[in-house]
């Protein structure tokens, strides 16, 4: 059974989540590349202009970025060094999504034209028993989530667990509706999407849920109805960042109250401590937010013109390959 595909992820995945060809079985592709086969001396269109790195807050910065949604790979940049391209997936064979901690990178890569789940190491991509997966996401400790769709239409998705890059993946929670994202939260929870869907497609209504570290799953309630597509949070964050279709952006507290953010901007990443969040805004703008101060952005810059940007992850150091 097909994944939801990037090409249908496109007016989310800019706010929330990933660029690559998540579904379409088209051949065979090539293998992704680690850190040392790119950085900032080769002759390619970065993604960020230098002006806005040097304006980038202290942290290394891991995201998505290529010409298009199906193509992306991921890149490491931080203020105080080189945009490097970690992985050199071909066009139309992109990484689709990723998560990355202290403790590594972990991916859904579609080299093979299905997504499969991998590990970022120095000498490229090594596939955890090419397993079907999508929105990938590691902890702190190097715990493993995924979603994983069924064999058959009459089956279920499942989030799966693997404590360890060769262990074997554990159920923990299962969805008759499709699982579009799952994240990691503080001490051990994860925040689930189940349901969501494009504009003008029909599909379950979307569901945000949260499971904690010992199982029970609740659902959180978003100010964004049907149009919810993304969810962002972190290890040391406690306020969950929605995301609608259109890139509007909320924030819902443990309390349940919800904060807007100004308009035409959206949650890309919280920052290591929790406390900010880097935003994406009109005409291909980055900024910053903080929930003490929810009328202001502060300006970073621009995305280079050309250059599709998505599924930020900010870390205080580099990731550990």
């Known amino acids: 059974m097909k994944l939801l595909g990037a090409a249908s992820l496109v007016a989310v995945m800019a706010a929330s989540a990933g660029c690559g060809s998540i579904a379409a079985e088209i051949g065979s592709g090539q293998s992704s590349h680690a850190r040392s086969w790119s950085s900032s001396s080769a002759k390619q269109t970065l993604p960020?202009?230098?002006?806005?790195?040097?304006?980038?807050?202290?942290?290394?910065?891991?995201?998505?970025?290529?010409?298009?949604?199906?193509?992306?790979?991921?890149?490491?940049?931080?203020?105080?060094?080189?945009?490097?391209?970690?992985?050199?997936?071909?066009?139309?064979?992109?990484?689709?999504?990723?998560?990355?901690?202290r403790a590594g990178v972990v991916m859904a890569d579609a080299s093979s034209g299905l997504d499969e789940l991998a590990r970022l190491t120095d000498a490229g991509a090594v596939f955890l028993g090419h397993a079907r997966a999508s929105s990938p996401s590691i902890s702190?400790?190097?715990?493993?989530?995924?979603?994983?769709?069924?064999?058959?239409?009459?089956?279920?998705?499942?989030?799966?667990?693997?404590?360890?890059?060769?262990?074997?993946?554990?159920?923990?929670?299962?969805?008759?509706?499709?699982?579009?994202?799952?994240?990691?939260?503080?001490?051990?929870?994860?925040?689930?999407?189940?349901?969501?869907?494009?504009?003008?497609?029909?599909?379950?209504?979307?569901?945000?849920?949260?499971?904690?570290?010992?199982?029970?799953?609740?659902?959180v309630r978003t100010g964004l109805g049907d149009s919810l597509g993304g969810v962002i949070w972190g290890p040391h964050a406690r306020d969950l960042a929605a995301i609608s279709w259109s890139g509007a952006g909320e924030l819902i507290k443990p309390s349940g109250r919800r904060v807007q953010?100004?308009?035409?901007?959206?949650?890309?990443?919280?920052?290591?401590?929790?406390?900010?969040?880097?935003?994406?805004?009109?005409?291909?703008?980055?900024?910053?937010?903080?929930?003490?101060?929810?009328?202001?952005?502060?300006?970073?810059g621009q995305v280079t013109q050309g250059v599709d940007v998505a599924n930020f992850i900010w870390l205080s150091g580099p990731v550990r390959l």
């Open 48 to 101: 960020l202009p230098k002006s806005v790195v040097r304006r980038l807050p202290p942290g290394v910065f891991y995201f998505l970025a290529g010409p298009n949604f199906a193509s992306c790979n991921i890149w490491e940049v931080s203020r105080a060094g080189d945009e490097i391209e970690l992985t050199r997936n071909k066009v139309g064979y992109g990484i689709s999504m990723f998560g990355a901690s």
């Open 140 to 219: 702190t400790s190097g715990q493993i989530i995924s979603s994983r769709s069924p064999a058959t239409t009459a089956g279920v998705f499942d989030l799966v667990e693997r404590n360890t890059w060769s262990a074997a993946d554990e159920v923990l929670y299962s969805s008759r509706a499709a699982i579009t994202m799952n994240v990691w939260g503080p001490g051990g929870s994860i925040a689930i999407l189940a349901g969501g869907h494009p504009p003008g497609t029909a599909g379950p209504h979307p569901r945000l849920l949260v499971r904690n570290k010992n199982g029970r799953v609740t659902v």
């Open 261 to 300: 953010l100004p308009n035409g901007w959206r949650p890309a990443a919280w920052s290591p401590s929790g406390g900010r969040l880097l935003v994406q805004g009109p005409h291909r703008a980055l900024g910053l937010w903080s929930p003490s101060r929810p009328g202001i952005v502060k300006a970073i």
